[in-house]
């Protein structure tokens, strides 16, 4: 499969949307790890703003699933949340804890209103605060992000006043896909070790 060449659209309404994040993410994985000795899953934004919550949301929901998988670790939470402020510091601290760790980095973002509602997975960096004109670093190495809002105009206004069931929707549904995939990848693992 050729998915990590494209930028790799999903309608997160689409019944089906579960399975096929978690099939396009999963042969992203399969194409890159294998020179990593862990994976970073990085969420970010704010559980201050409606739209900006997607990163704190998968986090949540991912948290109590993160713990059965090794080398696997999960920053941002609404808990502990990355945002502007804090994102540079820990970007620096992962260089530093886990110099050999592939980031998967996830983010709301700002688009076209065609495009509201749909999770986008792209091999490569994600540039975040980009949609509200904040100057901060390219992250990651697999890039997540979710259009929640029509950007342009008074950009955190917008993110203020996107509905929560269409974050929660996305959330929960970029959450369950890296579960499954995580599982996939270590039954993959597994099935080559007792062969």
Known sequence: MEYYLNKNYIDSKCPFAIMKFSNIL????????????????????TD????????PLVGYKLNSHIIKYNNIH???TLEEPIHAKNLVETINEIKLQYPNAFVLAIDASLGNLDNIGQIIIKN?????GLGVNKNLPLVGDISITGVVNVGGLMEYMVLQNTR??????????IAKGIDRTLFKLYKNILDKKTK
């Open 164 to 173: 929560l069931s269409l974050v929660m929707n996305m959330a929960e549904t």
């Open 124 to 128: 490569g960096p994600l540039k975040p």
């Open 74 to 76: 999960l920053i941002g």
């Open 48 to 55: 201050r703003s409606t739209g900006d919550s997607l990163g």
């Open 26 to 45: 999963y042969e992203y994985l399969i194409l890159n790890l294998d020179n990593y000795d862990e994976i970073i899953i990085l969420c970010i934004g």
